[in-house]
């Protein structure tokens, strides 16, 4: 049995969090938020963010027409 991490699948998820988190991290260094004072609505804004991150990468996976990975890749 592979372990997930080496699969195709287990790649792009890896991928999607590092780019999800690098994302919100810099939106909360950026915003100088303190750690300890954090409520539902700086979540929700580095939620979105987040989202919003990785929400192009999800797109070219699914394109048919787009061979560089996802759906139709040619590795």
């Given at each position: 049995m592979n372990n997930f991490t080496e699969t195709k699948i287990g790649k792009a998820v890896i991928s999607y969090v590092k780019v999800f988190l690098a994302v919100?991290?810099?939106?909360?260094?950026?915003?100088?938020?303190?750690?300890?004072?954090?409520d539902a609505t700086d979540l929700k804004t580095w939620l979105a963010a987040g989202v919003a991150s990785i929400l192009p990468l999800v797109i070219?996976?699914?394109?048919?027409?787009?061979?560089?990975?996802?759906v139709n890749s040619d590795a």
């Open positions: 919100v991290l810099g939106l909360f260094l950026a915003d100088g938020a303190d750690l300890f004072a954090v070219t996976a699914l394109d048919p027409t787009d061979h560089r990975f996802g």
